[in-house]
Every structure is written in C-alpha cells, then in structure tokens.
C-alpha cells in the first residue's frame, strides 16, 4: 500500500463511520461528497509541480485514483461536520442553477489564479476557494463566520492524518511533496494541505445554504 493510499485510509474510516453513525445526514454527506469529486481533475496540473505521488492509476491522465477517493471521503466529511455548526436540514432539493455557476466560477478563479500567480497549484485551489468563501461570508458575516469552528478541526484532523503516515512511512513528505515550491511545513505536514484543509471546510459548510433547497 502507498503512503498516499494508506493517509487516505483514515479519511476512508471517518467518512464509514459518519455515513453509519448519522443515518440522518446521509443524503448531504454524499452531497458533499460528490461536489468535491471534480475538483480530482486539477490533481494532473498538481503534478509534479506541487508533488509527485506513486499512484496506481497514472498511465491515463489526469486520473488519479487515490485523489479521487480523496476528494470524494473529504467532501463528505467536512460538510457533515459543518452540518453540525449550521444546522443543515438533511431533506433538500438541489438548486442546479447555482450549482452550476459554483463549479464554472470555481474552476475559473482557478485557470486564472493558475495562469496569472506566481505559486504552486495547490495555493491556486486554495486561493480560489478562499475567494469564494469570502464573497458568502459578507452576504451573512454572523452565521458564515463560524465555518471556521470546521475548518480547525479538519485542518487538525489532517495533521494528524499526515503524521498517522509518516509512522509507517518516514520520508512520506519528503518524498511525495516538491519541498522548494512549498511555503514551509507545519508539524511535518505542508501548510497548503493545512490551508487547503481548512478553507475547504470553512466553504463546505456554507454551501448548502446557496447550492440547496430545503424541502417543505
């Protein structure tokens, strides 16, 4: 098992444990799981500007298999956990229409921090997310602003994710990540998966209130 699947593996049992554990927020953390499912595209512009992973799946660009259960297990968990704080009904109605305009802005403020910032990819997701985070904040600065109780504890959660692997494989950050393109390290883990962590949990938690409707 790769250091890359086996950080994953974590991601993978809280996710279990939340779909099991919350039967009541079933239907909004595969929501949120599969919003954050595009995004696993972007991973090919990652590479190896950002890292450089062994993955199973890398003879057909751009997949990649272990992003993508990545991105699929993370959505999922941070939108329920900031269920928790927004009080998110689990019974909704997609709005399609904004839905689409999140993913094509989102997508755009990423080709044009990618094309125009000097930086590597992944401080361009992050980036982007944070610009979109910002706008909802001031559309409700009270209640949007403590999406950042989540953000704490899945930035914290991936810490620990990072460092649960690097017990078994010690060179894991080393290795993996390109270091001289990084801003620095935090606990042996890089500050962009830490702010990257963070903002997607900050994002996810307020979504739903513009990407749902909740059902009479």
């Given amino acids: 098992m790769s250091a890359y699947l086996l950080g994953n593996l974590m991601f993978i ?5 939340l779909f099991l554990k ?6 909004l953390q595969l929501f949120g799981s599969v919003l954050l499912l595009p995004f696993a ?6 590479r190896p500007n ?13 997949l990649s298999l272990e992003t993508a259960v990545y991105c699929f297990v993370a959505g999922g968990i941070v939108i329920v956990v900031g269920s928790w704080i ?3 009904k689990d019974q909704f109605k997609i709005n399609w229409k904004n839905l689409i305009y999140f993913l094509v802005i989102s997508f755009g403020f990423y080709a044009i921090f990618q094309s125009f ?35 704490a504890i899945f930035a914290i959660f991936t810490i620990v ?3 649960f692997a690097l017990i078994f494989y010690p060179n894991f950050v080393v290795q993996y990540w390109n270091l001289p ?3 620095r390290t935090f606990l042996w883990t890089p500050t962009e998966e830490i702010f990257f962590a963070g903002i997607l949990a900050a994002l996810w938690s307020v979504l739903p209130k513009y990407l749902t409707h909740e059902k009479a």
């Fill in 86 to 88: 927004s009080k998110t």
């Fill in 13 to 17: 049992v809280v996710w279990v444990v």
């Fill in 22 to 27: 919350f039967p009541k927020t079933k239907k």
């Fill in 50 to 62: 950002y890292w450089h992973p062994p993955l199973l799946i890398h003879q057909i660009e751009p």
């Fill in 181 to 183: 393109k990084l801003w």
């Fill in 117 to 151: 910032l000097v930086s590597n990819a992944m401080n361009n997701l992050n980036f982007s997310f944070l610009t979109i985070w910002l706008v909802l904040l001031l559309t409700n600065p009270k209640e949007n602003i403590k999406s950042l109780i989540p953000a």
């Fill in 161 to 163: 994710a990072i460092n």
């Fill in 41 to 46: 595209v972007l991973d090919f512009w990652f």
